[in-house]
């Protein structure tokens, strides 16, 4: 036992003096999400703002009729109509970019509305430019005068306008608003902590195998009496700390991030931080532990196989994929929690850390993950432990 | 005291292993110890002698328990590299030529690392440290970073690491490879200590100046198998050249 501790001191004080490890570790985790998130938004944001205030070029055509609708077009101060186009023109003139819209009122619009029926207006925009906003815009103030129309029919017809909404919907939704955030907000955050608990892994993994290796003091290590299990448990315990150690703090960044968003209604802030209460952190936490173990396990393995460090690095780097896949499955709308999927790994921490989020885990289900997990954990340290022991592997390439 | 009894090693070679040696090697095995037995006694330096891929240092990491071997015995202080591979580590100093040390460490947290694995006491830590750290020149430079020291005084760093637990049995595998002429003495230096101290040593080289300089027993491999075993006398006794170098080029060439 003595030994181990020895040894996981001088790999832990080894891997935490290594630059590259500490960014990875700690840096990367605590400000990716909340640079990303704070840089979108505002990206985001500003983008939204200067489609809202651009002001549009819009081609009108009414051939005398809707006059009420023209004049609320030419009136807006936020539409520059343009007239004396040709109707069959417009489309070629939105993609040349030479009007941001075009609105084409059919000659008998007014013939139609007199008799009570439907008058025909054709609405031409671009919907991939300013996120939609130019049909959002237009359709707001066409919107406006349909209903002064309909209520001009009411009026005419002597009704009253409540007869056409025989039924109203009061709406009750008993989810709370962790629970509604947590089903949707709440998929990204697993995807996340598998993300960083990975990543946390990874260079320590390699710089305590195949790195040693390269240095030549896995041989010198060796030499010492301890047994090459001792060594491969103090280099394991060491990763599936740092792998931990880069989840958690990417809770952190994720609490940093939210608190720094400004525009966030106060009540979904309270909810992203009830979300990230210390209950759930603690749970969270207690299924990417042996998570942890199995990336720890599953990267030494590769790592101590590898002939140096940038092999092992090539090696290890496409795994990434194979880690975010299944997260990516559990983002799917339809995915859930059940009993054959709480055995998928990865895919299980990603399903049942949503669920713990939300505050609807089940029990049994969430003891499945925890039976899975703990399974693959102690079969790839013992497939780790036997893959340490070859000497066609310590010594490949040495 | 260290006994080599028909110790073969045999490795299987890749696929790529195979490409490297060229069409005239068949098979999928290799044996890169063949049948070899010695004796090394305390007090006296063991010198292996062989080209580069002889097989010197699978015989010495064989030796060290890393590797097991595939047939034969070895036993080190008494006791088997096999059966009891922690009790000949807990005797057993090694070096090779590289340093083998960990740059984000001090020379001092990378003693006492190797003291603790040693399951030294701290007494004896303490009293072992103030001598070698003395003997090497350490002290000044003990809290630095490794990584930032020079070659040699890293290699001092190493030295002390194999020597810290004050070990029966010391092997150097080709301690002086590219090193400075400076700390390469200083090595040998450690060498004649180590058989001042009744230690046994055994000592891998390719260097001919520090066979004469350094050999009591000699063995020269080539190949797996020995082509020399015996004293440095004998070997003096049998020269058929002018110089050791020219001797040890006649044999290998006539192997």
């Known amino acids: 036992m003595s030994r181990f501790v020895t040894i996981f001191r001088k790999e832990f004080t080894d891997t935490i003096r290594d630059r590259r490890t500490l960014f990875m570790m700690i840096v990367f985790p605590l400000l990716l999400v909340p640079v990303l998130m704070i840089v979108m938004t505002n990206l985001q944001r500003s983008s939204m703002k200067k489609a809202e205030e651009k002001v549009l070029r819009v081609a009108l055509v009414a051939r005398g009729n809707a006059a009420v609708l023209v004049g609320a077009l030419t009136g807006h101060h936020d539409f520059r109509v343009i007239d004396g186009i040709p109707a069959d023109s417009m489309e070629a003139m939105i993609l040349r970019d030479s009007v941001d819209a075009a609105v084409v009122v059919a000659g008998d619009f007014d013939a139609a509305v ?105 041989e010198t290590l060796l030499t010492a009496p301890v047994s090459r299990f001792q060594i491969l448990l103090g280099k394991f315990a060491v990763v599936v700390l740092t792998g931990l150690l880069s989840a958690a703090i990417s809770i952190v960044g994720i609490l940093f991030a939210v608190r720094q968003i400004s525009d966030i209604p106060p009540e979904m802030l309270d909810a992203v931080v009830a979300i990230l209460d210390v209950q759930t952190v ?80 089940k029990t049994g289900l969430l003891l499945e993950v925890y039976a899975s997990l703990i399974l693959l954990a102690g079969l790839s340290l013992f497939g780790c432990a036997r893959w340490f022991q070859r000497e066609e592997t310590i010594f490949r390439g040495v | 005291m260290i006994v080599v009894d028909k110790v073969t090693k045999t490795f299987s070679v890749s696929r790529q292993q195979r490409r490297e040696m060229g069409p005239e090697f068949k098979g999928s095995r290799i044996d890169a110890v063949k049948e070899v037995s010695f004796t090394c006694r305390p007090g006296r330096i063991f010198t292996l002698l062989g080209p580069n891929g002889a097989g010197k240092t699978t015989m010495l990491r064989m030796i060290a328990t890393m590797l097991k071997p595939s047939s034969g015995t070895i036993a080190v202080a008494g006791f088997d590299v096999v059966k009891e591979g922690v009790e000949v580590r807990r005797r057993i100093g090694f070096l090779t030529g590289n340093t083998g040390l960990y740059d984000r460490l001090t020379p001092d947290e990378m003693i006492k690392y190797y003291a603790d694995l040693y399951g030294m006491d701290a007494q004896t830590y303490g009293r072992r440290r103030q001598e070698i750290f003395g003997l090497l020149g350490i002290h000044e430079f003990a809290g630095r970073r490794i990584g930032k020291l020079s070659s040699g005084m890293k290699q001092k760093v190493s030295l002390a690491r194999t020597i810290i637990h004050n070990p029966d049995v010391v092997v150097f595998d080709e301690p002086t490879s590219a090193l400075d002429v400076v700390t390469s003495r200083a090595i040998i230096q450690l060498i004649k200590r180590c058989k001042e101290e009744n230690k046994t040593v055994l000592f891998s080289t390719h260097r001919m100046g520090e066979v004469s300089l350094l050999s009591d027993d000699l063995a020269i491999i080539h190949r797996g198998s020995f082509i020399f075993n015996g004293t440095y006398k004998e070997f003096e006794n049998q020269m058929q050249t002018r110089s050791v170098e020219d001797e040890f080029v006649r044999l290998v060439e006539a192997a």
């Open chain 1, 282 to 361: 603690v749970l969270v936490l207690s299924l990417l532990f042996p998570l942890s173990m199995f990336f720890a396990a599953f990267l030494l393995s590769m790592s101590i196989f590898a002939r140096s460090y940038k092999e092992a690095q090539s090696m290890i780097s496409p795994l990434m994929i194979v880690v975010i896949l299944p997260v990516m499955i559990g983002l799917f709308p339809g995915v859930t929690l059940g009993p054959l999927t709480a055995m998928i790994p990865i895919l299980n921490v990603s399903l049942a850390t949503k669920e713990i989020i939300a505050g609807t885990v």
């Open chain 1, 114 to 218: 007199a008799r009570m029926a439907s008058g025909k207006i054709r609405l031409f925009y671009k919907s991939s430019d300013d996120f939609d906003m130019v049909k959002r815009r237009l359709s707001d103030v066409i919107g406006a005068y349909e209903k002064q129309l309909v209520a001009d029919r009411f009026v005419k017809l002597k009704l009253d306008a409540g007869i056409v909404n025989p039924v109203t919907i009061e709406e009750h939704d008993v989810a709370s608003m962790k629970e509604r955030i947590g089903k949707t907000v709440g998929g990204m955050f697993p995807y996340l902590f598998v993300i960083f608990c990975f990543m946390g892994a990874m260079y320590p993994a390699i710089d305590l195998a195949a790195g040693e290796k390269e240095r030549g003091t896995m």
